[in-house]
């Protein structure tokens, strides 16, 4: 039975801003190059300019294999352990935490044996993370007394555009004979397309009301600024299809965590109305001519231009 984290989790990490970075790129092109043996603690292998067109989109299947890929081989572990090939049936016991993503998400993972012990190949963990990352949780497991495994998990201090999110857990528990064995997933979701939410030009928008939904009354202010219509027209371009997430978002159960806010694109003469609704569960539900879509993702953006619209005159 795992125990509870010693460590909090970060389960808000999955509704944070994704920030795309020249690190986080660098992080990704990194997956193509040749891979080292597990005791060349995490030096990545370089890529060469020439290779870079053969990188897969980070908001793909594809690109986020090899992100996961690069992930696991900045992994660091004592030296001399030696990679398994991935059993039929991995040890019970030996599981990381999953995280709550349902599609769009790849999982890797790896078999390590080590002739330290348990307590030892996790304390080396804890001490040296991998690159780039933050630790999110650490702790053990027990039963009867006895602990019986320990687990450290690490999430990405930042992700490039495309990529959800990106983590990577570890389980340690005693190794028949002696040692340890450690197991570690690289857990890598991306964004889905936007699907039925497709994009508008604001060319053909002759307005922007904002409305303010509280309680049972409506505060609302229309803009008619070609510049304002601009602005929320980008913002809502540049949403990403929302990831499919099991969320425990306490504002959803509630109820109170939809459409505080809605941005209604007025339309010139033959487009549809749009209705964007940001909620602060972070996912934006839209509707256009009148039928929903895909929802998308992150609010953040949109609620504070909503705000400030609304409140800030």
């Not at 990545?44 to 690109?63: M, N, Q």
């Amino acid at each position: 039975m795992r125990a509870s984290r010693t460590t909090p989790r970060r389960s808000g990490q999955r509704f944070a801003g994704v920030a795309g970075s020249i690190a986080g790129v660098a992080f990704l092109a990194a997956a193509c190059g040749a891979a080292p043996g597990p005791g060349a603690l995490g030096k990545a292998a370089g890529v060469t300019l020439a290779r870079a067109h053969r990188i897969p989109r980070a908001d793909s299947r594809a690109g986020a294999t090899a992100y996961a890929r690069r992930l696991l081989v900045s992994l660091r572990l004592p030296p001399g352990a030696r990679k398994l090939p991935w059993p039929a049936r991995p040890p019970a016991g030996l599981t990381p935490a999953m995280p709550g993503i349902g599609s769009d998400m790849v999982d890797l993972k790896v078999l390590y044996r080590l002739s330290q012990p348990m307590s030892v190949t996790a304390g080396f963990l804890l001490a040296h993370h991998p690159a780039g990352t933050t630790l999110a949780g650490s702790g053990q497991g027990s039963q009867d007394g006895t602990v019986t495994s320990q687990f450290a998990d690490f999430t990405l201090a930042r992700l490039p555009a495309g990529i959800f999110s990106a983590e990577l857990n570890t389980a340690i528990m005693p190794g028949t004979g002696g040692g340890s064995l450690v197991r570690a997933d690289a857990f890598v979701a991306w964004f889905p397309p936007r699907g039925t939410a497709r994009r508008i030009d604001p060319a053909g928008y002759r307005a922007v009301i904002v409305r303010w939904l509280h309680g049972y009354s409506v505060t609302a202010r229309t803009l008619t600024s070609g510049n304002e219509v601009a602005h929320f027209a980008a913002l809502y371009n540049g949403l990403h299809g929302a990831p499919d997430v099991r969320t425990s978002c306490p504002e959803a159960m509630l109820g109170s965590g939809r459409n505080e806010y809605q941005i209604v694109f007025s339309p010139a003469r033959g487009q549809p109305r749009v209705v964007v609704s940001p909620t602060t569960c972070m996912v934006v539900e839209v509707s256009i001519g009148g039928r929903q879509t895909s929802a998308l993702y992150p609010a953040t953006a949109m609620l504070s231009a909503a705000e400030r619209a609304v409140h800030h005159r």
